[in-house]
């Protein structure tokens, strides 16, 4: 039998010097309750001076009891305390709501900086080795390849899609180059219940959960088979099937909608998460702060994944924040954090597969930093090495590409060979060149579709705006696509 007390490290020095119980006592944390807030005392806490009190807990009703435990004590200590200070005793701590708060004679600021930097997770080396008692999660053969084969895919999709922007196919396209591992490995930890909120660097996760090549096609040509009907720029994937919520051009928008997904999941008792995918950039917005504290307090069972690639479009890190990075962020707000290495699909895999059970068994959210590098422009309508050094893409893109590591392992293990990746590559260039020709012969969405979709009645301001646009395009035809009808 054990005992659980809330509130227990604010009070457990009260307990230690008023009560003599310290050889009694063992902290620890709970990971059932409201976490390092509660402390467990052993069965031989029963000989205490408090036993009557404890001895009617017992494991399954700690939570009741604790709470009538807890206030119990509180009140005791506040009145002690509040006697003590009346008194001019022990006037160096004091119980403040929220927790107790330890005065100090000394005038000392918190550091800006932590004075070591916080470590990064990896599991393969450079070279796709595994480190020597690295802590990390089996993956099968089957996933293991089905990982890398997908990875492979959302190579050679940014390569054909971005050669069809730069053709005049499409209108705008995103690469994910430098990402890939982040990409699968998350998406392959996670199960098909969890819901994804995503930023638009992210389509590996769909690639990951069946959406096809066509579907991804037919949204980039914005042709009448395209979800969104047309009304997106490109890369702007969303889909019911695979819960994947639409991407908003508008940064850091996705994170509070994820956290209020992930309370609601937690309300209905569902077996599930929810992971959001943000960048670096995205961690400046007051919606990332606003989704950590309200996803802290409401024990919402959220991963964050925050891409720190060192840029966001010409902005670097260094000129973004002055933190270590973003996981410490997450500790300001109680959430627990990890700092992984991008890179590397197998510490990615394993963060996830690891962040998702703490979530949804423990209800809490979850910070993970995955540091990484953003190999290609921001997008087809920048050009990065106007504010970056050619050498320092190329040195990420040759001496640090995630899906190159993860092969040699993948190899290392005897699962994969040279032919497997040549009739890889071959099948999937074939099938994204055949899905780009299909896409592009579908018919586009006629102009009414611009809309529809929002309310049942026109209202007023919009049927204007209608018949303006069908005015200007009769009398601007040669400005208009051909293809699109009205
Ligand atoms: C609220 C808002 N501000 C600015 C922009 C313009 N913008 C588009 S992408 C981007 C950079 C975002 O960088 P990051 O979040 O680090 O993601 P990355 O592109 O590096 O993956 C900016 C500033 C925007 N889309 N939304
Ligand atoms: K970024």
């Known amino acids: 039998m054990a005992f659980y007390l809330k509130n227990s490290r604010n009070i457990i020095n009260n307990l230690k010097s008023k009560v003599g119980l310290s050889s009694l006592m063992k902290q620890h944390s709970c990971s059932c309750l409201n976490h390092n807030n509660y402390c467990r005392f052993p ?23 604790c709470l009538f435990m807890s206030q119990r004590f509180e009140s005791t200590i506040a009145e002690k305390q509040f006697a003590s200070v009346q008194n001019g005793e022990d006037n160096q701590a004091l119980d403040f709501p929220g927790g107790k708060i330890i005065f100090s004679p000394d005038m000392r600021f918190l550091s800006e900086s932590p004075s070591a930097h916080t470590y990064c997770f990896r599991v393969l080396d450079d070279n796709g080795q595994l480190i020597k008692q690295s802590n990390y999660i089996q993956v099968s053969e089957e996933i293991a390849v089905k990982m ?15 050669e069809a922007q730069r053709q005049g196919r499409i209108s705008f396209y995103v690469t994910t180059i430098g990402e890939e591992a982040i990409n699968i490995a998350s998406a392959a930890a996670l199960t098909s219940d969890d819901f994804v909120f995503p930023q638009y660097r992210e389509p590996g996760v769909l690639i990951w959960r069946g959406f096809t090549l066509q579907e991804f096609a037919n949204q980039c ?20 099937k695979h819960k994947y919520f639409t991407v908003s051009s508008t940064i850091a928008t996705q994170i509070p909608h994820a956290v209020g997904a992930a309370y609601s999941l937690k309300m209905d008792k569902k077996d599930a998460c929810v992971v959001t995918y943000f960048g670096d950039g995205g961690t400046s917005e007051g919606d990332f702060h606003a989704a950590l504290n309200f996803a802290a307090v ?34 300001a707000y109680g959430v627990q954090s990890i700092r992984v290495d991008g890179n590397d699909a197998l510490a990615m895999y394993s963060a996830v597969h690891t962040a998702r059970k703490m979530a949804v068994n423990e209800h809490r959210p979850i910070l993970i930093e995955a540091v990484t590098y ?50 890889l590559r071959s099948s999937i260039r074939n099938q994204l060149l055949h899905a780009i020709q299909m896409a592009e012969k579908v018919e586009k969405p006629p ?40």
């Open 43 to 65: 069965a031989s806490t029963a000989t205490s001076p408090f036993a009557p009190q404890l001895n009617n807990l017992d494991l399954n009703s700690h939570k009741r009891g």
């Open 148 to 162: 890398y084969s997908d990875m492979v895919t959302l190579q050679t999709m940014d390569t054909i899609f971005y």
């Open 221 to 240: 040509f914005g042709n009448r088979a395209d979800y969104g009907k047309g009304r997106q720029m490109p890369i702007h994937y969303g889909s019911n």
């Open 298 to 331: 409401t024990e919402a069972p959220v991963i964050f994944i925050c891409r720190n690639n060192g840029w966001a479009i010409s902005t670097p890190t260094s000129d973004q924040f002055r933190s270590d990075g973003i996981a410490v962020r997450g500790q």
């Open 374 to 423: 953003r190999v290609g422009h921001h997008s087809t309508s920048d050009d990065s090495t106007k504010y970056r050094p050619a050498e320092e893409i190329e040195w990420w893109r040759m001496a640090r590409d995630p899906v190159t590591r993860f092969r040699k392992w993948v190899e290392s293990n005897g699962w994969w060979s040279s032919e497997a990746e040549t009739q």
């Open 447 to 486: 102009v009414e579709e611009l809309f529809t979709d929002v309310y049942d009645d026109l209202p007023s301001n919009l049927r204007e705006q209608e018949k303006l646009l069908r005015e200007t395009i009769s009398r601007h035809p040669q400005d208009f696509p051909a293809d699109v009808p009205h």
